[in-house]
Structures are given as structure tokens and as C-alpha cells.
């Protein structure tokens, strides 16, 4: 069984993408631990310059209130880069990392002020390293996010003898779903980065691997891999 915690719109996603790899006929719950809240207020764009985003939501919640694109547009990696371009954006790739994203920045010198978008909780302080590397930056925060728990569906599978592969996107989501407990089923995790992985409780987990790069693309790479030398254990293609 796979267990997404996702979102629900890149939950979705994800799931699709997974049923297209392994097929309709094996279970794929899906329980969001976050919901996004996009913010009403647009942001100020007096004298911005450069804009950067570090999250898809971010992003949408930028588009979604503003309609001007005549700004140098950093972004994290390559998914939030594709739906920028979609938007009608030239974005600069930051290679998937944040801090790749930060000595980029830092090398390339934009105009300033930038505008780091962003929502309520972030994993670095990235405006405030690139304000003390001299490039001015302000934030915005546009969306929030309400924690919610796990589904009925997804307790009752973490509390079967069933193995269960759980992707982790970030930190906060792997800090979010070990507080609230689970189950006694054997518990694959495929986290996203080492950051990720640093708020795994390796105790409560039966095997723990970490994708290639820090992208989506890496994350179904190693859910696969994993699903698959798990089934060949088991010597049956139903195991998971």
C-alpha cells in the first residue's frame, strides 16, 4: 500500500503518476496532513524587481493575484519552473534546493529589490541570508497551511500488517505525520532530501531511502524501486 500525505491537488497528482508506473489495481490512499489557504491581500510590488519562490503554492498564490510578469523570476526547481512557464514567466531554475537556490542568486546579482514569496512556515531563512549577502530582498507571506489528521482509511492501513511505502515531500510534513503516531505496519519511507530525512524517527520505520535529487521525478524513481525490489521479496507482485 502507498500512503500519500500530500496536498490534495499535488496528492492527486502524484497518485496518478504512480497509478500510471504500477498500475490501478493495487492500493494508493490518499490523506492530505495540509491543507493550502491562499491569502486575499495582493502583494506590494512597489519598485520590486525580482521575484522568488521556493513552492509551487507560493507560485499559485502569486498568480493567482497578481497579473504582472515583467520581473526576473526565481524558483526552487523544476516543477514549480514548468508551471511559471505555463504562466507566461521566463523562470531561473535554482536546481531543486534551496540553497542552490540562495548561491544562485547570489552569483547572478539580480536587480533588487526582490520579493521572496512564500507561505507561513519555511525551512531556511532565505531572505535573510540573501539580505546579508547584500542583495536586498522583502518577503511576502500568501498562503497558509491547517494541519489536518490522518484519514480513518489511512489509521486503519498503518494499524495492518500490510508494509506501507510513504513518500515525504518535506521536513514538516515527516515532523507532522510522526506526531501524530502510527500503526504497527511495517513503514517504508522515501524522503525527498536528507533534510527530509532528518525527521524521520528511524526507530519507527522499517526502511527509510532518499531520492537522487530533490524532485518529483527522483521521488516516483525511488518509490518504484523500492516497490519493486519489495515485491520481488516477496516473490509476488500483490505484496504492497
Keep these: 500500500m502507498i500512503l500519500i500525505t500530500r496536498p490534495e491537488a499535488s496528492g492527486r497528482i502524484f497518485a496518478d503518476q504512480i497509478a500510471e508506473l504500477i498500475g490501478n489495481n493495487h492500493d494508493i490512499i490518499q490523506s492530505p496532513l495540509l491543507v493550502i489557504e491562499r491569502f486575499k491581500s495582493p502583494p506590494n510590488l512597489s519598485d ?26 526565481y524558483v526552487v526547481g523544476s516543477a514549480t519552473a514548468e508551471i511559471a512557464m505555463l504562466a507566461n514567466f521566463e523562470p531561473i531554475d535554482g536546481g531543486g534546493h534551496a540553497d542552490a537556490l540562495i548561491e544562485k542568486i547570489i552569483n547572478d546579482r539580480p536587480q533588487t529589490p526582490c520579493l521572496y514569496v512564500r507561505g507561513e512556515h519555511v525551512s531556511s531563512d532565505l531572505a535573510g541570508m540573501l539580505n546579508a549577502a547584500g542583495i536586498t530582498t522583502n ?14 482509511e489511512a489509521r486503519d492501513a498503518l494499524n495492518s500488517k500490510k508494509p506501507v511505502l510513504l513518500p515525504l515531500f518535506s521536513a514538516r510534513s515527516a515532523q507532522l505525520f510522526f ?3 502510527i500503526g504497527s505496519a511495517p513503514l517504508h519511507v522515501i524522503a525527498m532530501s536528507e533534510a527530509v530525512a532528518a525527521n524521520v524517527p528511524r526507530a519507527k520505520v522499517k526502511s527509510i531511502r532518499i ?14 524501486s523500492l516497490w519493486n525490489a519489495a515485491n520481488q521479496l516477496e516473490g509476488k507482485s500483490s505484496a504492497l
Design 48 to 73: 520590486i524587481k525580482s521575484l522568488i519562490f521556493t513552492s509551487a503554492h507560493a507560485f499559485r498564490a502569486f498568480v493567482y493575484l497578481e497579473k504582472r510578469r515583467d520581473f526576473a523570476c
Design 139 to 152: 518577503q511576502v507571506t500568501l498562503y497558509g497551511q491547517s494541519v489536518y489528521p490522518v484519514s480513518v
Design 179 to 181: 506526531e501524530q503516531g
Design 211 to 224: 531520492a537522487r535529487q530533490p524532485n518529483k521525478d527522483a521521488m516516483l524513481d525511488a518509490l518504484l
